[in-house]
C-alpha cells in the first residue's frame, strides 16, 4: 500500500483519555478500505491524495473506531463496526477487517460488561456489531446485557431506504433488537445518561448524531461520519455518501466553532492514523492541533502495565 510513513506506536487498539470525570478510551473495532473519491466528493484527487494516499485500487484505509466510556450506569459503548454476519465478498468488497472482540479483549472487558449501546447512526460500518448471528441462523444482540439508543427518525430512515440508502443499511442490525424490546428512541438534541448526550450533525443522514461526553470542565466529541476522518476538517470537504452535504456543510460549521472555543477534543472514527486532536480557527480556516505521537505512545504503555 502507499501510504505515509507512520509511527505505529499511534495505530491504536485502543488510547485512553479523561473527560472531566470520565474515563473514556477509543476501540479500534477494525478497519476498511473504501474509495477515495467517494470518501472526499467534490474534492479533486490532486487534493485529497496528499493527505491520504490511495492503494492500487484507489481505495483508502479507514479504523472503524469505537468509544467507550466507564459511567455509573455501566460501561457505554458508543458504534461497534461492521459485525461478523455479512457473506466473505462483502467483506472483501470493502476491505474489512473486524477486531472488536479482541480489543475488548485486550481492554480487559466481555460483551457482557456493556451496559448501553449508543448508535450514532445505523450505516452497516456503525452499527454491523449490534447483533450476532447464533449457529442456529437466529439473530441475537451481541452485548445481551445492554440497552441499544438510537435516534427514532434514523431508524425510521433505514426502515424506510430507496435505491441510493438501501446499500448502507442492512435491517439485521437493528430489527431484530427492536423487536426484542432492547431499543430506546431518541429524538434530536437529547440527554441519554448524565453527561452523555447525543449532538445533532445531520447531512451524512437526515438524522445523524454525534456524541457529546460532558465530564464537567472538559467535553469529547465522537464525530461519526459529520468529520470522518481529520483530513476533513476543511469545511467543504465532505464525503460523497453524504445524501444531505449542504447540511454536512452547516453541521460541521457548528461544531467546529463550538469545539475551537470550549477546546473541546474531537474523536475521529474513521481515520487510520490520528485517533482524536483538538482544533483552532487560523487564518484559513480551523486547524488540527495533533497531539504529540509521544503523548499517545506513553498511554498505549501505560495501558499495557494495567
Same mark, same amino acid.
Given at each position: 500500500?502507499?501510504?505515509?510513513?507512520?509511527?505505529?506506536?499511534?495505530?491504536?487498539?485502543?488510547?485512553?483519555?479523561?473527560?472531566?470525570?470520565?474515563?473514556?478510551?477509543?476501540?479500534?473495532?477494525?478497519?476498511?478500505?473504501?474509495?477515495?473519491?467517494?470518501?472526499?466528493?467534490?474534492?479533486?484527487?490532486?487534493?485529497?491524495?496528499?493527505?491520504?494516499?490511495?492503494?492500487?485500487?484507489?481505495?483508502?484505509?479507514?479504523?472503524?473506531?469505537?468509544?467507550?466510556?466507564?459511567?455509573?450506569?455501566?460501561?457505554?459503548?458508543?458504534?461497534?463496526?461492521?459485525? !461478523?454476519?455479512?457473506?466473505?465478498?462483502?467483506?472483501? @468488497?470493502? /476491505?474489512? $477487517? +473486524?477486531?472488536?472482540?479482541?480489543? #475488548?479483549? =485486550?481492554?480487559?472487558?466481555?460483551?457482557?460488561?456493556?451496559?448501553?449501546?449508543?448508535?450514532?447512526?445505523?450505516?452497516?460500518?456503525?452499527?454491523?456489531?449490534?447483533?450476532?448471528?447464533?449457529?442456529?441462523?437466529?439473530?441475537?444482540?451481541?452485548?445481551?446485557?445492554?440497552?441499544?439508543?438510537?435516534?427514532?427518525?434514523?431508524?425510521?430512515?433505514?426502515?424506510?431506504?430507496?435505491?441510493?440508502?438501501?446499500?448502507?443499511?442492512?435491517?439485521?442490525?437493528?430489527?431484530?433488537?427492536?423487536?426484542?424490546?432492547?431499543?430506546?428512541?431518541?429524538?434530536?438534541?437529547?440527554?441519554?445518561?448524565?453527561?452523555?448526550?447525543?449532538?445533532?450533525?445531520?447531512?451524512?443522514?437526515?438524522?445523524?448524531?454525534?456524541?457529546?461526553?460532558?465530564?464537567?470542565?472538559?467535553?469529547?466529541?465522537?464525530?461519526?461520519?459529520?468529520?470522518? !476522518?481529520?483530513?476533513?476538517?476543511?469545511?467543504?470537504? @465532505?464525503? /460523497?455518501? $453524504? +445524501?444531505?452535504?449542504?447540511?454536512? #456543510?452547516? =453541521?460541521?460549521?457548528?461544531?467546529?466553532?463550538?469545539?475551537?472555543?470550549?477546546?473541546?477534543?474531537?474523536?475521529?472514527?474513521?481515520?487510520?492514523?490520528?485517533?482524536?486532536?483538538?482544533?483552532?480557527?487560523?487564518?484559513?480556516?480551523?486547524?488540527?492541533?495533533?497531539?504529540?505521537?509521544?503523548?499517545?505512545?506513553?498511554?498505549?504503555?501505560?495501558?499495557?502495565?494495567?
Amino acid at each position: 500500500m502507499n501510504q505515509p510513513a507512520v509511527n505505529e506506536s499511534v495505530l491504536d487498539a485502543s488510547i485512553h483519555f479523561q473527560v472531566g470525570r470520565f474515563k473514556a478510551r477509543t476501540l479500534r473495532a477494525g478497519e476498511q478500505w473504501l474509495d477515495g473519491g467517494a470518501m472526499f466528493g467534490i474534492i479533486p484527487r490532486p487534493l485529497w491524495e496528499k493527505k491520504i494516499p490511495p492503494d492500487e485500487k484507489h481505495r483508502i484505509p479507514l479504523a472503524m473506531r469505537c468509544l467507550l466510556v466507564e459511567h455509573d450506569v455501566g460501561l457505554v459503548l458508543v458504534d461497534n463496526g461492521a459485525g !461478523t454476519k455479512e457473506a466473505q465478498k462483502f467483506y472483501d @468488497i470493502y /476491505g474489512i $477487517d +473486524v477486531q472488536l472482540d479482541a480489543v #475488548l479483549h =485486550s481492554a480487559g472487558y466481555r460483551r457482557e460488561d456493556v451496559a448501553l449501546v449508543i448508535n450514532t447512526h445505523l450505516h452497516f460500518d456503525h452499527a454491523g456489531g449490534n447483533t450476532v448471528k447464533a449457529d442456529d441462523g437466529s439473530i441475537r444482540p451481541a452485548f445481551p446485557n445492554a440497552r441499544y439508543v438510537m435516534d427514532r427518525g434514523e431508524y425510521h430512515y433505514a426502515t424506510h431506504t430507496n435505491e441510493r440508502t438501501a446499500g448502507s443499511y442492512f435491517p439485521h442490525n437493528f430489527v431484530p433488537l427492536v423487536e426484542q424490546g432492547l431499543v430506546d428512541f431518541v429524538e434530536g438534541e437529547q440527554e441519554i445518561v448524565p453527561g452523555i448526550s447525543m449532538y445533532a450533525t445531520p447531512g451524512h443522514t437526515p438524522h445523524h448524531k454525534s456524541v457529546l461526553i460532558d465530564g464537567g470542565g472538559a467535553r469529547a466529541l465522537f464525530l461519526a461520519d459529520v468529520m470522518p !476522518t481529520a483530513a476533513h476538517l476543511p469545511l467543504p470537504w @465532505i464525503m /460523497g455518501y $453524504d +445524501v444531505e452535504p449542504l447540511v454536512t #456543510l452547516e =453541521s460541521k460549521r457548528r461544531l467546529l466553532r463550538e469545539a475551537a472555543a470550549e477546546d473541546w477534543l474531537l474523536v475521529f472514527e474513521h481515520d487510520y492514523w490520528q485517533p482524536a486532536a483538538r482544533v483552532r480557527a487560523g487564518e484559513k480556516g480551523y486547524e488540527v492541533i495533533r497531539e504529540p505521537e509521544a503523548t499517545w505512545a506513553r498511554e498505549r504503555a501505560a495501558e499495557g502495565q494495567e
